[in-house]
């Protein structure tokens, strides 16, 4: 197995299956109509934007950095939002975007001028979610994110050509429908007079057991009812499950248990495992524990069970406890599964461990370095 040879840590993308997920994304764009956007936030790899850029129809960014990679990597539609547009950087974000979408009615206001030449919308605040925790709850209570449809009352709305609403968190066609049900009875005297509406994030389309044809249908079906283009801005959906993480076992210790440390970190490399938190599989083992030592399963006889660990201070940097076929050793790897999205993107030095490589899997099955770092990213960075 190529694991054996490379430096670690590494994130290593495989295209046939990131090619998987974008035939999908773009089968569903052919079938409904919708335009799909890769969301950056999400999923940024730079060695695989011409790729994706094959299958979707652009990006959606977060801001002027964002839109700078998209233009840089992709160069296909973009579209900007971001909860606060800065002064000094509204200018060339204008210049790099297809569609701008604003947060506020202050926003838009302060910057119509600005944006004359871009298709200008506003996010909306559905006030209804269905995510699974309130840290990843765009419409809860007190939300910065969007304007509640009694806002819009009494606007004029000639200058914005669509509307933007973003609810969903790793979730179904059905929570879709649930939402768009909200948004069209908070918002559907204003839809009819827009181009376009973006549906957001958060659909779990590329995951096993996911109803696409409900999606397609959803989609259709809004877009025929009032003359628009839909849009849909997947980021996890991009990179679900289309590669991994690499470590090394740096040292074993004992303190009631066996504990691996490994040279990576769960805090710095991958961060939604303590803020979800869940716990990740990892190649040829079981979940015994997870990260909090809640049980999940039994040690057998012949198995031998390791707490796996990060490489920081953090007392909690703790992967989880999982068992194996046969003793770890020193330089033994540990692959993570499915660790693309949402990891590259949010990675730190934290204690100033190692930012983990960059690597493609190509479809001739070669192994290319698409970034390898050192001290001096580091040393820039602080």
């Not at 604003?102 to 909306?124: D, I, V, W, Y």
């Not at 504990?259 to 970190?265: E, F, K």
């Amino acid at each position: 197995m190529f694991y054996e040879k490379i430096q670690t840590p590494a994130y290593i993308l495989e295209e046939d299956k990131l090619r998987k997920n974008c035939e999908l994304l773009a089968s569903v764009s052919e079938k409904s109509g919708v335009k799909v956007l890769l969301a950056l936030k999400g999923f940024a790899f730079s060695g695989a934007m011409k790729i994706v850029g094959e299958y979707l129809k652009g990006c959606t960014c977060s801001g002027l950095w964002e839109a700078k990679f998209a233009k840089e990597y992709m160069d296909k539609e973009i579209h900007t939002y971001s909860p606060a547009f800065k002064e000094d950087e509204i200018d060339e974000i204008a210049s790099l975007s297809h569609h701008i979408v604003f947060n506020s009615l202050a926003q838009f206001h302060k910057f119509q001028a600005k944006t004359q030449k871009n298709s200008l919308g506003l996010r909306c605040n559905v006030e209804f979610s269905l995510a699974p925790k309130e840290l990843y709850n765009p419409c809860g209570r007190y939300s910065r994110l969007g304007i509640r449809a009694k806002d819009f009352e009494n606007v004029d709305l000639n200058a914005i050509e669509g509307l933007h609403f973003h609810a969903l968190c790793e979730e179904s066609a059905d929570a879709l429908e649930a939402v768009l049900k909200a948004f069209e009875e908070k918002f559907g005297k204003w839809i009819g007079q827009m181009k376009w509406v973006n549906f957001g994030g958060g659909h779990h389309i590329t995951k096993k057991g996911y109803d696409v044809e409900k999606l397609i249908a959803l989609c259709k079906n809004f877009s025929d009812k009032y003359g628009v283009q839909v849009y849909l801005e997947p980021g996890e959906a991009v990179g679900w499950q289309t590669g991994n993480l690499v470590a090394s076992v740096v040292d074993i210790i004992e303190n009631e248990k066996q504990i691996a440390i490994l040279d990576t970190s769960s805090e710095a490399h991958m961060p939604d495992t303590i803020i979800m938190p869940y716990t990740s599989e990892v190649l040829n083992a079981r979940i015994l524990a997870t990260r909090e030592n809640e049980k999940i399963s039994d040690l057998k006889e012949s198995e031998f069970s390791y707490l796996l660990t990060g490489n920081t201070c953090l007392a909690g940097d703790v992967m989880g406890e999982y068992a194996f076929d046969k003793k770890l050793k020193i330089g033994d790897k540990i692959v993570f599964l499915d660790q693309i999205h949402y990891t590259i993107v949010k990675n730190t030095t934290f204690n100033g461990i190692r930012l983990p490589n960059l690597m493609l899997l190509n479809a001739k099955n070669e192994l290319q370095m698409i970034r390898e770092f050192s001290y001096k990213d580091y040393s820039l960075r602080n």
